[in-house]
Antibody, heavy 121, light 107 residues
Framework: EVQLVESGGGLVQPGGSLRLSCAAS????????MHWVRQAPGKGLVCVSG????????RYADSVKGRFTISRDNAKNTLYLQMNSLRAEDTAVYYC??????????????WGRGTLVTVSS | DIQMTQSPSSLSASVGDRVTITCRAS??????LNWYQQKAGKAPKLLIY???SLQSGVPSRFSGSGSGTDFTLTISSLQPEDFATYYC?????????FGQGTKLEIK
């Protein structure tokens, strides 16, 4: 089955760290750009970070730059998000998403179910 | 970053109604515009990509149009399962950005 499964969320104190994982199955993981998208409670979708197929290129939203690091292990079919110096405003459901393209137009065609990160003392 | 603005933010409609949601980009994005549906507690689901291409498996009552800065998502005849929140997203440049969402509610 083609799927993405996130894990690693939980409750963390402000200033703490957390590492999210996204396990991919059913497709050739190493061929795709992958992204982390978050959704704060009751709010909209925000792209946090993206990484190209071989891990050589990464992107970050300004709000997380310098604090979050995206990476991937193509041998393990797994995407990661290392989150440091966490703040209350990082509280959200974090989704991993696969990006693909058709005729040069890009879109997120596969999403995981998400993992909840709560930053609170 | 490219800003995406959807209207309306919320919408009440009845089963069988025709509904249109609009999305405006802060600069031209050609046809690099996608639409997603999200139901409560669930991950987003791709409906439309490249402004007007229907994702496989999505009912034909969903359609998209537009190019440049102005886009629309139309649901031709609302079904009970269509009540959800809809997001547009630009994929013209990074970071990918989403509209704020349109919540479609039952009248």
């Amino acid at each position: 089955e083609v799927q993405l499964v996130e894990s690693g969320g939980g409750l963390v104190q402000p200033g703490g760290s957390l590492r999210l994982s996204c396990a991919a199955s059913g497709f050739t993981f190493s061929s795709y750009w992958m992204h982390w998208v978050r959704q704060a409670p009751g709010k909209g979708l925000v792209c946090v970070s993206g990484i190209n197929s071989d891990g050589s290129s990464t992107r970050y939203a300004d709000s997380v730059k310098g604090r979050f690091t995206i990476s991937r292990d193509n041998a393990k079919n797994t995407l990661y998000l290392q989150m440091n110096s966490l703040r209350a405003e990082d509280t959200a459901v974090y989704y991993c998403a696969r990006e693909t393209y058709s005729n040069y137009y890009w879109f997120f065609d596969l999403w995981g179910r998400g993992t909840l990160v709560t930053v609170s003392s | 970053d490219i800003q995406m603005t959807q209207s309306p933010s919320s919408l009440s409609a009845s089963v069988g109604d025709r509904v249109t949601i609009t999305c405006r980009a802060s600069q031209s994005i050609s046809s690099s515009l996608n639409w997603y549906q999200q139901k409560a507690g669930k991950a987003p689901k791709l409906l439309i990509y490249a402004a007007s291409s229907l994702q496989s498996g999505v009912p034909s009552r969903f359609s998209g149009s537009g190019s440049g800065t102005d886009f629309t998502l139309t649901i031709s005849s609302l079904q009970p399962e269509d009540f959800a929140t809809y997001y547009c997203q630009q994929s013209y440049s990074t970071p990918r950005t989403f509209g704020q969402g349109t919540k479609l509610e039952i009248k």
